[in-house]
Nanobody
Framework: VQLQASGGGLVQAGGSLTLSCAVSGRTFSSYVMGWFRQTPGKEREFGAAIIWNAGIPYYADSVKGRFTISRDKSKNTVYLQLNNLKPEDTAVYYC?????????????????????WGQGTLVTVSS
């Protein structure tokens, strides 16, 4: 399974970006796609997730109302729309795929519940 993340860049505070993560290779009958972010010296932090088949989204409190996760089944791609960006959103953003159900508010947040990871894309928000 390969995850290819893209869409990062430099944006001013208050701006927007759309991250994409294309999934290729082996397919699974049920899985969850997540977006995490990481800054130097800190642990990888959960941002958002979506159950692929049902389309149910989950968000961290820090991004709720500003970020939107979605997926396009025909393209095997998951998106993260980042709006009203803040300097503290600066991080490397990673997409991930988890294949072990159940998928719920508790299980989608730990990074250890994800089996496959993309390479990361850098988002820099200037003040």
């Amino acid at each position: 399974v390969q995850l290819q993340a893209s869409g990062g860049g430099l944006v001013q505070a208050g701006g927007s970006l759309t991250l994409s993560c294309a999934v290729s290779g082996r397919t699974f009958s049920s899985y969850v796609m997540g977006w995490f972010r990481q800054t130097p010296g800190k642990e990888r932090e959960f941002g958002a997730a979506i159950i692929w088949n049902a389309g149910i989204p989950y968000y961290a409190d820090s991004v709720k109302g500003r970020f939107t996760i979605s997926r396009d089944k025909s393209k095997n791609t998951v998106y993260l729309q980042l709006n009203n960006l803040k300097p503290e959103d600066t991080a490397v953003y990673y997409c991930a795929l988890g294949i072990r159900p159940p998928f719920n508010t508790v299980t989608v947040t730990p990074s250890t519940n994800y089996n496959y990871w993309g390479q990361g894309t850098l988002v820099t928000v200037s003040s």
